[in-house]
């Protein structure tokens, strides 16, 4: 897979509901190809609050570019280093955590985009968004990922809901995401996601998103979660991490076999 055709941005572009899992954990490539046979649409490596080093972050972008799974890395902070070294390994976007102000958001979309858009080095041939691509030319691969390369942040602070319309108006935010555990800790009712406070919260993001053509999205794993933030505008839907499906399905089969046991 040629990765920088844009499969993802375009999605985005479409509006179409869109799931996600998480990669925290797991070194094994197996979980990129337990993903793309379970049918997520794309992959979310996380950086922020894993050990994941990069030699193994570039390995599960290489295999999600294999096995044709889109992918993005959730970086650890909006620092120029981060985020370069991490755009070169070639994934087709970053998401970018704990988002206070309209000046991170401008910085972050500079910091992505090549000149003249932005202020983005170019690694041609010596990284793999110049290595694999064949790119015709130095100005083509500019242009292109300048165009595809998928831009999301989170709102998880106070700060971000004082200011949602400044901030979600940036031009070349693609995606923002609600990360509910931070949100309502910040907001002072922590895991209280079902508390009015809470929901009107969410909405305002919503609305804000809709407003300025970005993609809402939020931290759901439980249908009936899933189907009530749809129904209220939600079209993206990161649902779960590989370390939680591990807990869970052990936790569920050994639970089963002692009732069986128990029932014998």
């Not at 055709?5 to 375009?10: A, C, M, R």
């Not at 709102?155 to 940036?170: F, G, Q």
């Not at 929901?199 to 809709?210: D, F, G, L, T």
């Not at 869970?248 to 046991?261: D, F, N």
Request: charged content about 20%; proline content about 4%; glycine content about 8%.
């Amino acid at each position: 897979m040629r990765f920088g055709n844009g499969q993802l941005k375009q999605r985005i572009a479409n509006r179409d509901f869109l799931i996600c899992s998480c990669v925290m954990d797991s070194h094994s490539g197996a979980v990129i190809e337990a993903y793309k046979e379970a049918g997520f649409d794309f992959v979310m490596i996380d950086r922020e609050h894993t050990a994941l080093n990069s030699e193994t972050i570039l390995e599960h972008i290489r295999l999600s570019r294999a096995l044709e799974l889109p992918c993005v890395v959730r970086v650890a902070d909006n620092t120029y280093a981060e985020i370069n070294r991490t755009l070169d390994q070639m994934p087709d976007g970053i998401f970018v955590p704990r988002i206070r102000s309209r000046a991170e958001v401008e910085h972050i979309i500079e910091t992505v985009k090549y000149p003249p858009l932005g202020k983005r080095g170019v690694g041609a041939s010596t990284c793999p968004a110049g290595k694999y691509m064949g790119w015709g030319s130095v100005a083509e691969m500019v242009t292109t990922l300048n165009r595809t390369t998928v831009v999301g942040i989170q709102i998880e602070t106070r700060e971000a809901l004082e200011h949602l319309d400044e901030i979600l108006s940036v031009p070349g935010l693609d995606v923002a995401v609600v990360g509910n555990d931070d949100l309502s800790t910040g907001m002072g009712i922590p895991g209280q996601f079902t508390s009015d406070t809470y929901q009107n919260a969410v909405k305002a993001v919503i609305r804000s998103c809709n407003r300025h053509n970005v993609l809402p999205g939020i931290a759901a794993a439980d249908p009936e979660v899933v189907k009530y933030w749809a129904g209220q505008g939600m079209r993206m839907f990161w649902s779960g991490a590989d370390i939680c499906f591990l807990w869970s399905g052990a936790a569920q089969c050994c639970r089963a076999v002692r009732q069986a046991l128990e029932a014998k």
